[in-house]
């Protein structure tokens, strides 16, 4: 496999004005240096708190929102440089569902005129005929039916919009999807129908996603790759199982600390996090996490950690090598020398 998205030091800073003549006095860092490759077949899961950044990096990527430096590599194709009529050809390749099925969609647009619309306006069919049978053929995918075609928006669930939004994605042959939590607004019993749904769709259509969520469980049971955001930076990058397993970031400890268990046999240890996710506007100096962080040091305070790869694919922006279990700092992290491989 190779990677098909490559995301390099991406920036999206939005603009604080004030006074009379709006001068631009600060900005809110939404996303603030954050760098990762996805490769061609795979799901890369984007996880944190609300407000770190996960979906402005995902608009961003699709430049819904303009980036304010960073390149973002989509097969080779460098987004944030293109220009008007090199993005359009981009577009059908990159698409996105959107967290809000009751918002995505167009009320005063039935169904068939909605996927008749996406493929008119890319080109996809040449004929009416050609439309509705592509159409017919869409609803079949994500498991409606024709008489669907002629319905409202107003008319169906909100599982039932989501796989309407799901198919108008389709509808232009893409190769890359962002999932802006599609499952946030959904029941429990549907979004496992449509997690479901969206696993069988990539295997078939040889789909590659970058899947966006704050549900930890959600986020393991669909992604290869997990990276956890904090604050408009990634803080850790490892494959699913190592990061649930053996998570090497306080932040990313805490997290899992917080993943209900199903066993009503097993006991956990609460562990809370002290205060609040800092404001973007006023980012705290070194290490984001160190306000809230139990092992910090002044070392922290004073220097930002990078993002280093500890072992094989296991990446973590701290200082140190933590025993989460006995709750202490066990070394520093020599940044000088190589990585030990796992």
């Known amino acids: 496999m190779y990677n098909l998205l490559t995301v390099k030091d991406l ?15 600060r900005y809110v860092k939404a996303v603030d240096g954050v760098s990762f490759d996805v490769q061609r077949g795979e799901t890369f899961g984007l996880v944190g708190e609300s407000g770190s950044g996960k979906t402005t990096t995902g608009r961003s990527i699709l430049r819904l929102i303009e980036p304010t430096s960073g390149d973002v590599i989509f097969d080779s ?22 967290q ?4 995505s969609l167009d009320p005063r647009q039935t169904v068939n005129s909605m996927l008749n619309e996406v493929m008119r306006v890319h080109g996809i069919v040449d ?10 053929e869409l609803l079949g995918v994500v498991g409606l039916s024709e008489e669907h075609l002629y319905r409202f928006p107003h008319e ?28 946030s607004f959904l ?17 078939k259509l040889d789909l590659t996603y970058l899947f966006i969520t704050h549900n930890l469980a959600v986020v393991h049971h669909m992604s290869d790759r997990v990276g956890v955001m904090y604050l408009g930076i990634l803080v850790e990058v490892a494959d699913k ?34 205060g609040d996710v800092p404001s973007p506007v006023n980012i705290p100096s070194g290490c984001r996490f160190h306000p809230r962080c139990p092992y910090m040091t002044e070392k922290c305070v004073r220097e930002v950690p990078p993002l280093f790869e500890r072992t094989r694919g296991h990446l973590t922006a701290c200082h140190y090598e933590i025993d989460f279990q006995k709750g202490e700092r066990l070394y520093e992290i020599d940044y000088g020398s190589p990585a030990v491989k796992g």
Do not use: C
């Open 11 to 25: 920036k999206t800073w939005f603009p604080i004005k004030s006074g009379i003549i709006q001068r631009t006095k």
């Open 77 to 98: 194709v460098n987004v944030t440089k293109a220009g008007r009529s090199e993005l359009l050809k981009l577009r059908p390749r990159m698409q996105i569902i959107f």
């Open 100 to 103: 809000d099925p009751y918002a």
């Open 127 to 136: 004929t009416r005929a050609e439309a509705h049978g592509r159409a017919r």
């Open 156 to 183: 169906f669930s909100g599982g039932q919009r989501q796989r309407i939004a799901i198919a108008r994605v389709l509808a232009v042959n893409p190769e890359f999807i962002v999932l802006d939590e599609p499952t």
């Open 187 to 203: 029941d429990v019993s549907v979004q496992a129908q449509i997690l479901n749904l969206l696993k069988d769709l990539q295997t």
């Open 241 to 274: 199982n190592e990061i649930y397993d053996n998570p090497r970031h306080p932040y990313t400890f805490h997290l899992m600390a917080a993943i209900p268990v199903p066993d009503p046999e097993i006991q956990k240890k609460e562990i809370l996090l002290p």
